[in-house]
């Protein structure tokens, strides 16, 4: 299933700078995007969303930005934080189903 | 914050045996999910769970596959006889509501190696 794929396995950021995570869909019905982050042994947490009619969306440290037309999300965080070192999942979902399609991660290690 | 917990965090069983995976949603959520990540692959879609049936299922959510809200807390998915290829993480999700703008929220999972 490649209907939601993040093309960097890995990112390494310096602390303070701006991480950028990627991700690209192909299905035009998804109606939400997500953003998880997961620590090992644990589950994903919810970290931020967006509604496919917006273009942005921030929460503190964290913004998503989503450009329609390019079937493209990112995830900016700014300043990125040591703590911040995870794996990052982009997810999809439509209205017509309550699934969420995942991509594969990105790992971010941030270095202090 | 409430939190969705799993249990066991880890299950080693032999293969062709049942096993159960327990889960607690939050308390006051009605949708409930299955998901597993096999190592170094995606997060995978099994089955969700509203109003005691199931809303939808992935084909990974065959035959041997079973879900079950037993009382008012917990959330089972049993397999009933174990295969290698189940060996993976199994997450169980909760949400309030259908809408899509509410997030499912993530158990630790239970990590279930079959021998």
């Known amino acids: 299933d490649q209907q939601v794929k993040q093309n960097s396995p890995s990112l390494s950021v310096q602390e303070g700078r701006i991480s950028i995570l990627n991700c690209d869909y192909t299905?035009?019905?998804?109606?939400?995007f997500l953003w998880y982050k997961k620590y090992p042994a644990e589950g994903p947490t919810f970290l931020i969303s967006i509604s496919s009619i917006k273009d942005k969306n921030e929460d503190g440290r964290f913004t998503v930005f989503l450009n329609k037309s390019a079937k493209h999300l990112s995830l900016h965080i700014v300043p990125s934080q040591p703590g911040d070192s995870a794996v990052y999942f982009c997810a999809a979902i439509s209205s017509n189903t309550g699934k969420l399609i995942f991509g594969q991660g990105t790992t971010l290690q941030v270095k202090p | 914050e409430p939190e969705v917990t799993q249990t066991p965090s880890h299950q080693v069983t032999q293969m062709g045996q049942e096993v159960i995976l327990r889960c607690v949603p939050i308390s006051n959520h009605l949708y409930f999910y299955w998901y597993r990540q096999i190592l170094g692959q995606k997060v995978e879609f099994l089955v969700s769970f509203y109003n005691n049936e199931i809303s939808e299922k992935s084909e990974i959510f065959d035959d041997q596959f079973s879900v079950e809200r037993p009382d008012g807390s917990n959330f089972t998915l049993k397999i009933r006889s174990t295969k290698l290829e189940d060996s993976a993480m199994y997450f169980c999700?909760?949400?309030?509501?259908?809408?899509?703008?509410?997030?499912?929220?993530f158990g630790d999972g239970t990590r279930l190696s079959i021998l």
């Open positions: 999700a909760s949400t309030g509501s259908s809408s899509t703008n509410q997030p499912q929220h």
């Open positions: 299905n035009s019905m998804f109606d939400y």
